[in-house]
């Protein structure tokens, strides 16, 4: 199933959540959701229940379907009303197109980021590779590809701001501008020799 992105098939009140892990996508879910009345559908929580997992890495890091994710992100948003809205909110919603009115996608500076991911008892390579992740702007880079004719919002989350401030970002469609590639060869990350 295809879905287009003109004003038929994308929902007014649809908002995609991603970045990164450890940007603040689900702090930012749950206070949004909270304050604004909306359901919130987790993505990972999505993928482990409905099976769309096909297998591990040899790290250990899951292998999803991300087509029988999308469908059953789909099935999911239809099956609640977006009459108060809906929130999707996960890393793999920027490999998948939904039918959002606008896509947000959190960022942090990398030193912060290392520091969020190595509280979650990341192993070093994975750090490393989500460091490299946001340095590159995968996610973003990855939102505009799949939601052309969506607005896209960056917001830098490494100090993380007021819902009434992410409302109003939302609300103007205000992104900024975050550009971290500048430390890609820096020292003090190491990632690109």
């Given at each position: 199933m295809k879905i287009n992105s003109n004003s038929k098939t994308k929902s007014k009140n649809l908002i995609v959540i991603t970045g990164v892990p450890g940007v603040g996508k689900s702090t930012l879910s749950k206070k949004l959701s909270k304050s604004k009345n909306y359901t919130c559908i987790d993505c990972n929580e999505i993928a482990i229940n409905e099976k769309c997992v096909k297998g591990k890495t040899k790290k250990g890091e899951l292998i999803v379907n991300l087509q029988k994710l999308r469908t059953e992100l789909l099935k999911k948003i239809k099956s609640v009303s977006l009459s108060n809205g809906v929130i999707v909110e996960g890393h793999l919603a920027c490999e998948i197109k939904l039918p959002a009115s606008v896509v947000l996608v959190?960022?942090?500076?990398?030193?912060?980021?290392?520091?969020r991911l190595a509280k979650r008892e990341y192993n070093t390579q994975k750090i490393n590779n989500n460091l490299l992740a946001e340095l590159l702007d995968y996610c973003l880079v990855q939102s505009e590809i799949n939601y052309k004719s969506?607005?896209?919002?960056?917001?830098?989350?490494?100090?993380?701001?007021?819902?009434?401030?992410?409302?109003k970002q939302i609300e103007y469609k205000k992104s900024e501008k975050v550009d971290y590639s500048n430390l890609l060869l820096s020292k003090k990350f190491k990632l690109i020799e």
């Open positions: 959190l960022r942090c500076h990398p030193s912060i980021l290392r520091k969506i607005p896209i919002v960056s917001i830098d989350n490494t100090k993380p701001k007021s819902i009434e401030k992410i409302i």
